[in-house]
């Protein structure tokens, strides 16, 4: 099945550095979303991307729909505490089987204060 | 508050036991979701349901078993725990956007 490469899994960053994780896929999406999980509860929506090349901000966070279709990154400019968590990205495919949604394994962010 | 509620938050249940996870939306959405994450593998989905009366196998099916009893309500059974299911799960809905997730319900099995 359809499986996406999300990287890095992990990363320790300083308080006020700029952090870069992406997604690839080896097949095309329409929609690509980046979520975050705060420790103890469910992925909440960041970011959705529906066309390739879009750029999309949200506050410091920014996303990229890649023009291929087949990946995606997020950008943190001048991180803080509180963007620790886990981020996941998640392709989606109209007419797709298992519910159409495809989840990255994640990259897991701590924050040194 | 409008979203997705799952009960319990907490269960431990022991090997061979047998449970129901509940999960409600109020947002009238078709589709709803159970997925399970475990360390280093992130979400994972098990069954989902596209709309009230059906329900598909997701990647990870076995040993559990679901009930899209309405619209707004979709629950996750477990018939005959092993170790093997402790784990947190997570509900969601989902509308042309995005997923909503509720936030968790965290079993071990012992």
């Known amino acids: 099945g359809q499986q996406l490469n999300q990287s890095p899994q992990s990363m320790f960053i300083q308080e006020g550095e700029d952090v870069s994780m992406n997604c690839t896929s080896s097949?095309?999406?329409?929609?690509w979303l980046w979520y975050k999980q705060d420790p103890g509860e469910g992925p909440v929506l960041l970011i959705a991307?529906?066309?390739?090349?879009e750029l999309t901000s949200n506050g410091r966070l920014t996303a990229q729909f890649g023009i291929t279709r087949k990946d995606s990154f997020l950008n943190i400019s001048a991180s803080i505490p509180s963007d620790v968590g886990i981020y996941f990205c998640?392709?989606?495919?109209?007419?797709?089987?298992?519910?159409?949604?495809?989840f990255g394994k994640g990259t897991k962010l701590s924050v040194k204060p | 508050n409008a979203g997705v509620t799952q009960t319990p938050k907490f269960q431990v249940l022991k090997t061979g036991q047998s449970m129901t996870l509940q999960c409600a939306q109020d947002?009238?959405?078709?589709?709803m979701y159970w997925y399970r994450q475990d360390p280093g593998m992130g979400l994972r989905l098990i069954y989902y349901?596209?709309?009230?009366?059906?329900?598909d196998k997701g990647e990870v099916p076995n040993g559990y078993n679901v009930s899209r009893l309405n619209k707004r309500e979709f629950s996750l059974r477990l018939e005959s725990a092993a170790p093997s299911q402790t784990s947190v799960y997570f509900c969601?809905?989902?509308?042309?956007?995005?997923?909503?997730f509720g936030s968790g319900t965290r079993l071990t099995v012992v």
């Open positions: 969601a809905s989902s509308s042309s956007v995005g997923y909503t």
């Open positions: 097949s095309i999406f329409n929609t």
């Open positions: 991307l529906y066309k390739a090349g």
């Open positions: 998640a392709g989606r495919n109209y007419g797709g089987s298992q519910g159409n949604l495809i």
């Open positions: 947002m009238n959405h078709n589709s």
């Open positions: 349901s596209a709309s009230e009366g059906t329900t």
